[in-house]
């Protein structure tokens, strides 16, 4: 199993009236080192939830930083963030992932976010100018007010970064304008609500952008289950039958039975844990296999069966 | 469809047209540039300069042509994988020698040949490197 760090809240900020600056930190052991776009997951009573981390992974000085929105009361995770968790207090986190990467190939990235999105693209840009490589920012926002890091972005990346204030017709047209005429070389990320990636994403299919330009930060399944039903599974190399509750993972009911399926993202994302079906229909919810794949497999992480499925393990 | 640019020397200017012509019936839109050879750098570069995200890049040159194209196209943000080689009737072909590495021509990729460096009997395949720019030649033992 993958193992936790214990860290301590040095410092907590307020960076908007609903975003505030979580600053974690060790006196014990140096933390692993990250990469721009990565991002911790906390362990929460209620549960794992994943953050990016906002600071330069090359000026990291033992420390994690993340902003996190409140949108729930203490019952969520950020609530419970915002109202439960204060300096000094500890915390468990996994060491740093990263499924959102910056491509090393880009001779030019261009960010586009929306909201509390802005929070991978802060390591990024601090990160490329380190090195000394080419970007751009495109971030929208209701205001200058609950814009998240504003004044950072203007202090140190104001020359490369276009805001959006503006209503919001106005800002999808602008948006959309400033995704268009990209030449070869060019890296587009995009980051913020569902609606606004569905946007972007829609209209760089509109002009013919390959997909492997275009580059999006997913913290939840492709796909939501609102009602999961509970299933059965038939393993047919070790002959094992069992069932899968209606609020487990079939990942997870594998490793109770001590069936060991390799994993990492656990949002279907990265197909670390990918298994092949024998028999039975399952509800995708990934956006890792394609139409074709899916025809034989699946991520055990986030997809589930319907009724009775047999897999090959 | 990708935006396809073909960049045939005057002398492949033939498989370029066909090329130009076949990649249109697709539906996508293509520009076929003719170059000089040797070729110029400095011009290709000019050629290669902002073109539209997501262009596919297919050359009808010889190899060492190809080679300075690829480093070109690689500066203006092409990766690999965007730039592909059209098919041409040359009339030779290279062959890779496992053993020794030397690289053999030969007229057919049908026959099998010996290695004019190490003597080795070789049997060319359809395994074609783009980094060797010649299809390997696997031992006859």
């Known amino acids: ?313 | 469809m990708r935006p396809i640019l073909i960049l045939s020397e005057v002398r492949f200017k033939k498989d370029g047209l066909k090329e130009k012509e076949l990649q249109k019936e697709n539906g996508s839109s293509v520009e076929l540039k003719l170059i000089d050879s040797p070729v110029d750098r400095k011009k290709i570069e000019q050629i290669l300069k902002d073109k539209p995200l997501g262009t596919m890049l297919i050359l009808y040159t010889g190899g060492a042509a190809r080679k300075r194209i690829r480093r070109a196209a690689n500066s203006a943000g092409f990766s690999h994988e965007d730039v592909r080689i059209g098919k041409m009737d040359t009339g030779t072909y290279c062959i890779f020698c496992s053993q020794c590495h030397r690289i053999n021509r030969t007229a057919s990729l049908e026959k099998s040949i010996i290695c004019i460096s190490c003597g080795q009997h070789l049997e060319p395949s359809n395994h074609y490197s783009s980094f060797q720019d010649a299809y390997l030649g696997y031992p006859i033992l």
């Open chain 1, 1 to 313: 199993m993958a193992y936790t760090l214990q860290l301590t809240v040095k410092k907590i900020e307020h960076e908007t009236d609903t975003i505030k600056k979580f600053t974690f930190t060790s006196d014990e052991i140096p933390l692993p080192p990250f990469g721009a776009g990565a991002h911790v997951t906390l362990h929460l009573p209620m549960g794992k939830r994943q953050y990016s981390l906002v600071n330069n992974p090359l000026e990291m000085k033992n420390e994690y930083v993340i902003a996190v929105k409140k949108i729930s009361d203490h019952n969520g995770g950020s609530g419970y963030l915002h109202e439960c968790i204060g300096q000094g207090d500890n915390i468990s986190v996994s060491p740093p992932d990263n499924f959102f990467p910056l491509r090393t190939e880009a001779k030019h990235h261009v960010f586009f976010a929306a909201g509390i999105g802005i929070t991978p693209f802060v390591s990024m840009m601090a990160y490329l100018k380190t090195i000394g490589r080419s970007f751009e920012l495109h971030y929208a926002a209701s205001g200058e007010r609950e814009c998240a890091f504003h004044r950072h972005i203007q202090n140190h990346f104001r020359s490369k970064s276009t805001f959006y204030f503006m209503k919001r017709e106005e800002k999808i047209a602008k948006l959309k304008k400033a995704l268009q005429n990209r030449t070869m070389g060019t890296h587009i990320y995009l980051c913020g609500p569902p609606a606004f990636m569905d946007i972007l994403l829609e209209h760089s299919h509109k002009l013919r952008y390959p997909e492997k330009f275009i580059h999006e930060e997913q913290f939840q399944p492709a796909v939501l289950i609102e009602n999961p039903q509970p299933f059965f599974v038939n393993l047919v190399k070790t002959k094992k039958t069992f069932m899968v509750s209606s609020g487990q993972t079939l990942l997870d009911a594998l490793h109770e039975i001590d069936i060991y399926v390799p994993y990492t993202c656990r949002m279907g994302v990265c197909g670390t844990c990918e298994v092949e079906i024998e028999e039975g229909d399952v509800v995708h919810c990934d956006s890792f296999l394609t139409e074709e794949e899916k025809v034989g497999n699946m991520l055990t992480c986030v997809s589930r069966g319907i009724g009775h499925i047999k897999l090959r393990l």
